[in-house]
């Protein structure tokens, strides 16, 4: 069976054997885009913090020495409005964020998240970079689109900050392309080791938006393991899992949801912390496993959404682990068949 055979399958997808995605691949980058800016360099909560600007250079320092980053099509993110953020958060709490940006040191935001002086530009940078991948994709420009911003944003719910999360890029990025591009089916698959607790609050009642949420539970943020629905597919993973227990739950939830679903467009909330090199993580997944998922995730989009992919950064803090993942994730979204 072919690969596009195998997504033809549609429902029956849950029945097959676990898909084993081709080892060689063959990087172009002609209709890939890279999207950053240097403003997201300037967030800082303290100087130890693990979510901090290394994190964006070392996947720029990887994608320069595996000989990619010359061929990422680079743009810069503009900043997200305040009319683009209220699709996805209250506009209360919009204000409060402005509000509470700082002209000096930092300011709490919750027990996790900060914001020092750059923070509102970079998180506003780190939205735009996600509505700019949209605006490439569905346009027809880039074929697919890996955000390299930060802070990350998986976790911000409608109203509320929360695990160095300010706004969330992802559900900013589905709710533009459906507020401004008609979409009606936009599926957001997330392999960060914590649940999008934000995502889902977002999109919990939104049969629009189809959320596929893998994590370690029980860890932070103590949620998902009940919380489902018939579009919000949560598949918490148990501490030290690895690679295989990725396959089973991706093959056996992830991929029969997504054959109902039919998304126009997908997008990617992209962590690497659940590498074993992590710490912070606590799962056994190594590069290989975020080829593979990607590898699955892009003929699901090649399937249904005429190959558009918007990946964006999420977690991922052991530097090393970190480049060479999300190589091997932007290597397989560039990759040409």
């Given at each position: ?16 054997t ?73 506009e209360?709490y ?35 970079a996600?509505i ?66 934000g ?15 893998s994590?370690?539970?029980?860890y932070y943020?103590?949620s998902?393991a ?10 918490p ?25 039919k998304?126009?467009?997908l997008i ?6 659940a ?7 606590g ?15 892009k ?15 999420e ?9 060479r ?13």
């Amino acid at each position: 069976m072919d690969r596009r055979t195998f997504l033809r399958a549609g429902a029956a997808l849950s029945a097959l054997t676990a898909f084993k995605a081709p080892a060689a691949i063959k990087p172009i980058a002609m209709k890939t885009a890279y999207i950053s800016h240097p403003a997201c360099l300037k967030h800082e909560m303290t100087a130890n913090h693990p979510e901090r600007p290394a994190r964006m250079l070392a996947i720029e320092r990887a994608l320069q020495s595996a000989g990619l980053l010359h061929k990422l099509a680079q743009y810069e993110a503009p900043l997200a409005s305040k009319a683009v953020l209220a699709r996805a958060h209250s506009e209360a709490y919009i204000d409060w964020i402005f509000n509470q940006s700082p002209k000096t040191g930092l300011v709490q935001l919750d027990a996790d998240t900060a914001m020092n002086v750059h923070s509102l530009e970079a998180t506003l940078r780190a939205s735009g970079a996600a509505i700019k991948g949209v605006d490439l994709v569905i346009t027809g420009q880039m074929q697919v689109a890996f955000c390299d911003t930060r802070p990350p944003g998986h976790h911000a719910g409608r109203a509320s900050s929360a695990g160095f999360c300010i706004f969330n890029h992802v559900a900013v990025a589905a709710l533009h392309a459906i507020a401004h591009y008609g979409l009606t089916r936009v599926a957001i698959a997330d392999f960060d080791v914590h649940h999008g607790n934000g995502t889902e609050d977002i999109f919990h009642d939104d049969p629009r938006v189809m959320l596929c949420s893998s994590f370690r539970h029980p860890y932070y943020p103590y949620s998902g393991a009940d919380s489902g629905n018939d579009h919000i597919i949560n598949t918490p993973l148990a501490a030290g899992s690895n690679g295989a227990a990725l396959r089973k739950v991706v093959n056996e939830q992830w991929l029969p949801a997504l054959a109902r679903h039919k998304p126009q467009l997908l997008i990617i909330s992209a962590g690497f912390d659940a590498h074993q090199e992590d710490s912070m993580g606590g799962l056994k997944w190594i590069e290989e496993d975020y080829r593979w998922v990607t590898e699955v995730l892009k003929l699901v989009a090649e399937q249904h959404a005429e190959g558009r992919i918007v990946s964006v950064l999420e977690g991922g803090y052991a530097l090393d682990a970190l480049g060479r993942s999300a190589t091997a994730h932007i290597n397989t979204l560039m990759a040409h068949r």
